[in-house]
């Protein structure tokens, strides 16, 4: 006996205690849909069969579901009808248990509130059984600890998910908050929803990136898939003059440090082989100096993880949206990423990945953003969403697809061709959920590993 349980009396006598859960007001919910059909809509937004802690109780809820789905009014004469056929009315407590629990509840008028006593109990069993789950798996020491985090993280959330009331709107209800929305707009021209990608145009057809949305970009490799993130990453982060908006940027390809010599590159415009080379003049490192202080406090985090599992991303994603409130992420790239699942068929563990970063971004309520490669069938030609490389299911769960393309050509000649009277490169929005599809022109500049808007002024 436990030293403490044996010196306290009142601990010895206490005994097992019992998972919370109100009989009282199970048996009010129950009452109250009996002498009232409107109450099995009001209760069943809150509750399901099993937030009943009784067995009786979670029986009875369900024959009036049943009936409700029938579209019979519950009473008691109908429900111990449904529990007889379905041989559950002894188990029920019999026609005498259904028919008192109309004494419990005078009246129907507080049902949502009964309801809600019943949800909470539940909640807290669900708290009791998912901490006990955790506590007995952190003592298997074969359990990789990492992984049980993850598993943890995902019950929790899954426990705030599954509670999500649900309810409709009366159209008069949505319709002023949805004018003050576009008065708003109107007010700030200029701004977007989303978050600003830096090439107007692209913002323009988008109203920048949307929050809880999937957003691939695919290109052949070489084409400058990173380049484009990188961009799209520093605009956000750096050089955004409304405000500069918290980044994550994981890179599964490049070391950190490769990526930022590219972003210092990009950021004071000296080209890229004279900063490997060495070679710098006193501007240049003039122009370091400058770029460097610039980029010092953005709020642009690295995440530098080669053969990333997806459950490190998840994990990850979270911890810096809580910490750092991120407010978009980049994956570079989605086909790096690893799946725990290794038995699987790789377009299969391609296609649970893609529908976990989907999942993500609806749980962080922010873009993800992942690059992508295509087939190499596209080589040469403008590419199409059948060309995403691996799996059909990115195509499906995306909300936005993109892909790069650039005359291999380009690649041979100068960068002179910079200043031509068209773009070097298309931008080709070849799906979005809840927008136009079309051709965005914009501008490779080659020496810094970058791109820019394409503006007339170039010419």
């Known amino acids: 006996m436990d030293p403490q349980t044996q010196n306290d009396p009142g601990l010895r006598d206490r005994g097992p205690r019992l998972p919370p859960h109100n009989d009282e007001a199970e048996q009010a919910s129950l009452g109250a849909m009996l002498l009232d059909a409107d109450a099995v809509t009001t209760v069943s937004q809150y509750l399901r069969p099993d937030d009943f802690y009784s067995n009786a109780n979670r029986r009875v809820y369900s024959a009036i579901l049943s009936l409700d789905g029938e579209g019979r009014k519950a009473d008691i004469i109908t429900v111990t009808e449904e529990l007889r056929k379905a041989g559950e009315l002894d188990l029920s407590g019999g026609p005498s248990y259904v028919a008192s629990l109309t004494n419990v509840v005078p009246s129907s008028a507080n049902v949502d509130y009964y309801a809600k006593i019943v949800q909470d109990c539940s909640l807290r069993r669900s708290l009791i059984r998912v901490s006990g789950e955790v506590n ?15 598993e943890t993280q995902q019950k929790f959330f899954d426990l705030t998910t599954d509670r999500n009331t649900l309810r409709f709107k009366s159209i008069k209800e949505i319709v002023l908050p949805a004018i003050d929305a576009i008065q708003e707009i109107c007010r700030n021209k200029g701004t977007y929803t989303g978050v600003p990608t830096g090439f107007e145009e692209l913002d323009v057809m988008t109203s920048g990136f949307q929050p809880a949305e999937l957003i691939i970009i695919g290109a052949r490799p070489s084409v400058g898939k990173t380049a484009l993130a990188l961009t799209m990453a520093a605009n956000m982060a750096i050089n955004n003059k409304v405000r500069r908006i918290p980044t994550a940027f994981f890179t599964l390809e490049m070391s950190d440090m490769a990526l930022m010599q590219r972003l ?15 070679i710098l ?7 370091l100096g400058d770029a460097a202080g610039r980029m010092y ?3 642009l985090y690295i995440v530098d993880m080669p053969n990333m599992k997806l459950l490190d991303l998840r994990a990850q994603a979270r911890r810096l949206r809580a910490q750092q409130k991120v407010e978009i ?6 086909t790096l990423i690893s799946s725990d699942n290794y038995h699987l068929p790789r377009h299969e563990q391609i296609a649970e990945i893609s529908r976990s970063l989907k999942s993500l971004a609806r749980e962080l309520n922010i873009p993800i953003v992942a690059l992508s490669q295509v087939r190499r069938d596209a080589e040469g030609k403008r590419p199409n969403l059948s060309d995403i490389r691996e799996s059909g299911s990115i195509e499906q769960d995306a909300d936005v697809v993109m892909f790069l393309h650039r005359e291999r050509e380009f690649d041979k000649k100068d960068s002179g061709r910079e200043n031509s009277d068209k773009p070097n490169t298309e931008l080709i929005v ?16 080659p020496q810094y590993t970058k791109f820019a808007s394409f503006t007339r002024k170039q010419q």
């Not at 007995?136 to 993850?150: C, H, T, W, Y």
């Not at 210092?264 to 060495?278: D, L, Q, T, Y």
């Not at 992420?329 to 989605?334: A, E, S, T």
Request: glycine letters at 6%; proline letters at 3%; hydrophobic letters at 35%.
């Open 136 to 150: 007995a798996k952190s003592f298997d020491e074969s359990l990789e600890s990492r992984i049980l985090l993850e």
């Open 329 to 334: 992420i980049f994956v570079d790239y989605l």
């Open 297 to 299: 406090e953005a709020p």
């Open 430 to 445: 070849a799906k979005q959920r809840n927008g136009p599809v079309g051709t965005v022109g914009i501008q490779f500049l």
């Open 264 to 278: 210092i590159s990009s950021e004071a415009n000296i080209e890229s082989n004279k900063i490997r080379s060495g």
């Open 281 to 287: 003049t006193s501007r240049d490192f003039t122009s």
